[in-house]
C-alpha cells in the first residue's frame, strides 16, 4: 500500500492552500524528484548562490512543512532565487507528493554525516534553546506539523535561515519576533545546539 499524506498543517494555516488539502502521494514524487536529489539528495552539498552553506536535509520532515515551504518560495515570501525558480514551475499535486516522499519516514540520526562544525558552542545554544523548544522541541524534533523539525540539520544553514529571518528574507511573524534580540553569536550557538541532536537526514 502506498503511504499517503494529507498535506495542509501550517499551508492552510498561513492561508496558502485552499480548504481542500491535498493529498501527496509519496510513490508519484518518485518520477518528480530529479530537480531535487541533485542537491539534497547529496549529503554535505552546498549551494553556491547568493551564500555558500549546506543544503538543508529533507528526509524526515514534516511533509506539512515542505509543503509550505514550497508554497512560500513559489510566492517570494521567501527568498532564493535557485528555489523561487524550481516551486514556481510546480503545481500543489507536485508539492504535496514531493512533500510526502520526503517525509515518508521518521527522522532518524543522520549515520554517517560528517562531524557537526559551527561558528557556534553546543552548551550555550542548549542553555539559549528554552525559548525554541516551545515551538521546536528541546531537541528540534517537535511532533507538531506545524513547525519544522530542526534537529540534525544542518548547523550552517540553521544560521543561515536565523539570519535571514532577521534581515526579512524569509518572512514569518512567530519568527521575525522570536530572533529579533539575537546576536549573530546568540543564532550560531542556537544552530550549533539544534544541529548535533539526532534528527533530519539526508533521503537519497
Known amino acids: 500500500m502506498q503511504r499517503r499524506y494529507l498535506v495542509c498543517g501550517l499551508a492552510l494555516a498561513l492561508g496558502i492552500l485552499p480548504a481542500g488539502a491535498v493529498e501527496g502521494d509519496a510513490e508519484a514524487a518518485r518520477s518528480k524528484n530529479s530537480m531535487c536529489i541533485g542537491c539534497h539528495g547529496i549529503e554535505?552539498?552546498?549551494?553556491?548562490?547568493?551564500?555558500?552553506?549546506?543544503?538543508?536535509?529533507?528526509?524526515?520532515?514534516?511533509?506539512?512543512?515542505?509543503?509550505?515551504?514550497?508554497?512560500?518560495?513559489k510566492s517570494g515570501d521567501r527568498s532564493h532565487p535557485t528555489m523561487q525558480s524550481i516551486a514556481g514551475g510546480l503545481s500543489e499535486q507536485d508539492m504535496a507528493d514531493l512533500a510526502?516522499?520526503?517525509?515518508?519516514?521518521?527522522?532518524?540520526?543522520?549515520?554517517?554525516?560528517?562531524?557537526?562544525?559551527s561558528a557556534g558552542n553546543v552548551m550555550r545554544g542548549k542553555e539559549k534553546s528554552e525559548v525554541c523548544a516551545a515551538?521546536?522541541?528541546?531537541?528540534?524534533?517537535?511532533?507538531?506539523?506545524?513547525?519544522?523539525?530542526?534537529g540534525g540539520q544542518h548547523p550552517e544553514y540553521l544560521l543561515q535561515a536565523l539570519l535571514d529571518y532577521k534581515a526579512g528574507r524569509r518572512k514569518d511573524p512567530i519568527m521575525a519576533v522570536q530572533v529579533e534580540a539575537l546576536s549573530k553569536q546568540d543564532m550560531a550557538d542556537l544552530a550549533a545546539w539544534f544541529g548535533a541532536q539526532q534528527g533530519l537526514y539526508t533521503k537519497h
Open 44 to 73: 554535505g552539498y552546498r549551494t553556491a548562490f547568493p551564500t555558500v552553506y549546506p543544503v538543508p536535509r529533507l528526509g524526515g520532515q514534516h511533509p506539512e512543512y515542505i509543503m509550505a515551504a514550497l508554497q512560500v518560495y
Open 100 to 117: 510526502a516522499y520526503y517525509g515518508a519516514q521518521p527522522a532518524v540520526p543522520a549515520a554517517g554525516s560528517a562531524p557537526v562544525q
Open 135 to 150: 515551538c521546536h522541541g528541546p531537541d528540534g524534533n517537535s511532533p507538531l506539523p506545524t513547525f519544522p523539525r530542526i
